[in-house]
């Protein structure tokens, strides 16, 4: 079963002047780290999301056993509530890294 971290993910994402650009750059930074992970191996650095509506809650994992996650306040900063972070299991965080990697990987631009 996961757990919450404390914290949220670190850096500015507050709605502060050029809000949009700057999350985008945090953001993509994140996806960047996410894309290197193996959940073969670790999901450390992998993203997580959770579709609501007309957005998702979005989650960092920082650690593997146990499984803990890390909301990343971008967008509306949505959070899912706690039961659904505590059910989840690492099985289905794999699960869900593989999927988006499988997308990733069907809608990659071509060379």
Same mark, same amino acid.
Not at 40 to 48: G, Q, R, T
């Given at each position: 079963m996961a757990q919450?971290?404390?914290?949220?993910?670190p850096g500015d994402?507050?709605?502060d002047g050029d809000w949009d650009k700057r999350h985008s750059e945090q953001y993509?930074?994140?996806e960047e780290a996410a894309a290197r992970?193996?959940?073969?191996?670790? #999901?450390?650095?992998?993203?997580?999301?959770f579709?609501?509506?007309?957005?998702s809650a979005i989650y960092r994992i920082t650690k593997?056993?146990? #499984?803990? #996650?890390?909301?990343?306040?971008?967008?509306?900063?949505?959070?899912?509530?706690?039961?659904q972070i505590r059910g989840l299991r690492r099985a289905d965080a794999v699960a869900m890294v593989k999927a988006?990697?499988? #997308?990733n990987k069907l809608f990659a631009p071509k060379a």
């Open positions: 919450l971290a404390k914290k949220a993910c994402w507050s709605f993509k930074k994140l992970v193996d959940p073969d191996v670790s #999901l450390v650095d992998a993203l997580v999301s579709p609501w509506a007309d957005g593997d056993k146990p #499984l803990i #996650l890390q909301h990343v306040p971008v967008h509306d900063a949505w959070e899912v509530p706690y039961p988006v990697n499988e #997308l």
